[in-house]
T-cell receptor, first 116, second 114 residues
């Protein structure tokens, strides 16, 4: 597709369940980012991929959070044993290598996670 | 720690009035600076950016921002607000020489009154 695609757009789950969020970046974009957007908290950086490797995963809040990227394309963010404080919008963004240097990111519409 | 501060979580202006959204960063090293806009139920999109060169940069939809090193600021302005400008605006920085993530401010929600 033309833009960054994220699925599901909305996910409601029960506390303690695992969830997977998917991001399909713009074709040819080598860099991929995950951010979390909570009400009143702005955007919180989670993890950054360049190709399939993650040189910066400093933002993952706990070991319940993990992410992988395969084939230099699709990425999955997994949250295990979800907690209510995990409720947020999870945003994915991608960029070219040049965009990685200049910070020009292209964002998806996000996956809204609600943990009951 | 490097940070970005946006003054005012909510700004309200009348249609046709000046829009001024404030952003300050903390660093002794000039960063790359960005403003992103998020319309309701949409992802963020780049409004404008400063990397090097001219300190006054123009973006889409009539917005512009000026990098002022002495004030460590990158305020966003638009001379005349339009109803369609109602959105949330995020200032972001990326420090020179570093790879990876942008650091975002907490956002300013702009309301435009008719």
């Amino acid at each position: 597709g033309a833009g960054v695609s994220q699925s599901p757009s909305n996910k409601v789950t029960e506390k303690g369940k695992d969830v997977e969020l998917r991001c399909d970046p713009i074709s040819g974009h080598t860099a991929l980012y995950w951010y979390r957007q909570s009400l009143g908290q702005g955007l919180e950086f989670l993890i950054y991929f360049q190709g399939n490797s993650a040189p910066d995963k400093s933002g993952l809040p706990s070991d319940r959070f993990s992410a992988e990227r395969t084939g230099g394309s699709v990425s999955t963010l997994t949250i295990q044993r979800t907690q209510q404080e995990d409720s947020a919008v999870y945003l994915c963004a991608s960029s070219t290598r040049a965009g990685t240097n200049t910070g020009e990111l292209f964002f998806g519409e996000g996956s809204r996670l609600t943990v009951l | 720690a490097q940070s970005v501060t946006q003054l005012g979580s909510h700004v309200s202006v009348s249609e046709g009035a000046l829009v001024l959204l404030r952003c300050n960063y903390s660093s002794s090293v000039p960063p790359y600076l960005f403003w992103y806009v998020q319309y309701p139920n949409q992802g963020l999109q780049l409004l404008l950016k400063y990397t090097t060169g001219a300190t006054l940069v123009k973006g889409i939809n009539g917005f512009e921002a000026e990098f002022k090193k002495s004030e460590t600021s990158f305020h966003l302005t638009k001379p005349s607000a339009h109803m369609s400008d109602a959105a949330e605006y995020f200032c972001a920085v990326r420090y020179g020489g570093s790879q990876g993530n942008l650091i975002f401010g907490k956002g300013t929600k702009l309301s435009v009154k008719p």
